[in-house]
C-alpha cells in the first residue's frame, strides 16, 4: 500500500482549461511538499505546506492542506503549456531526510 | 547558487564495465541523497550521506557503491550492473540542523543510464 495516494494518474488538457491533483493518505503530516518534474530533468520543489487548512498561492498555483493534515490538492487555473510535467506530493518520514513520494500525476497540456 | 549538478548527463555500459556517477553541490547542504527513477516512476530513495556518513541505505545491492569524499561531492560508483538498473540516477542535497535533516531537498538534472 502506498504512503500517499495520488490522483489522477493522467491528466491531459486543453490550454485555458482548469484542473486539480490530489494527495491523500491515511496518516498525519507534519508537512507536505509537491514537486513538478518536466522530462529528462529533476523534481523541482513548488511549495511546502504545514499547516492543517493551509492555502498557498503560487502565481496561477494553489496549494491546500487538508484541515486533518492527511490529504493536500494541486489546482492549476487556466493551464498553459508550459505547465506540462509529472506533479509530484511528498513527505519526509524521518529526521534523516527519507522523503516518500506519490506515484505522480502526468499533466499534459495542449495548445 | 541552488544548483545540484550531475555528471555524465547520459551513461551507456556494458554489464562488465565499471564507472562512476557524480554529482556536486555549493550551497553548503551536510545532507546529500541517490535516487533512481524508471520511466514514469516517483524516484526511490537509494542513499543519505549526513556529514559525509552513510546514514541510510535502502537495501540497494553492492552493485552500486556510493562515497562522499567530501561535503560537496558524492559519487555512485557502479560495477557489474544489470540491464534492470537502467533509470534515472538523481542527485540531491538538504540543509541538515540540530533538529535533523530539513525538508528542502534540491535536485539535480539527473543521470539516464542504459544498461547493455
Known amino acids: 500500500t502506498q504512503l500517499l495516494e495520488q490522483s489522477p494518474q493522467f491528466l491531459s488538457i486543453q490550454e485555458g482549461e482548469n484542473l486539480t491533483v490530489y494527495c491523500n493518505s491515511s496518516s498525519v503530516f507534519s508537512s507536505l511538499q509537491w514537486y513538478r518534474q518536466e522530462p529528462g530533468e529533476g523534481p523541482v520543489l513548488l511549495v511546502t505546506v504545514v499547516t492543517g487548512g493551509e492555502v498557498k498561492k503560487l502565481k496561477r498555483l494553489t496549494f491546500q492542506f487538508g484541515d486533518a493534515r492527511k490529504d493536500s490538492s494541486l489546482h492549476i487555473t487556466a493551464a498553459q503549456p508550459g505547465d506540462t510535467g509529472l506533479y509530484l506530493c511528498?513527505?519526509?518520514?524521518?529526521?534523516?531526510?527519507?522523503?516518500?513520494f506519490g506515484a505522480g500525476t502526468q499533466v499534459v497540456v495542449t495548445p | 547558487d541552488t544548483e545540484v549538478t550531475q555528471t555524465p548527463k547520459h551513461l551507456v555500459m556494458g554489464m562488465t564495465n565499471k564507472k562512476s556517477l557524480k554529482c556536486e553541490q555549493h550551497?553548503?547542504?551536510?545532507?546529500m541523497y541517490w535516487y533512481k527513477q524508471k520511466a514514469k516512476k516517483p524516484p526511490e530513495l537509494m542513499f543519505v550521506y549526513s556529514y559525509e556518513k552513510l546514514s541510510i541505505n535502502e537495501s540497494v545491492p553492492s552493485r552500486f557503491s556510493p562515497e562522499c569524499p567530501n561535503s560537496s561531492l558524492l559519487n555512485l560508483h557502479l560495477h557489474a550492473l544489470q540491464p534492470e538498473d537502467s533509470a534515472l540516477y538523481l542527485c540531491a542535497s538538504s540543509q541538515d540542523g540540530p533538529g535533523g535533516i530539513q525538508e528542502t531537498q534540491y535536485f539535480g538534472p539527473g543521470t539516464r543510464l542504459l544498461v547493455l
Open positions: 550551497m553548503g547542504h551536510r545532507a
Open positions: 511528498a513527505v519526509t518520514t524521518d529526521s534523516w531526510g527519507k522523503l516518500q
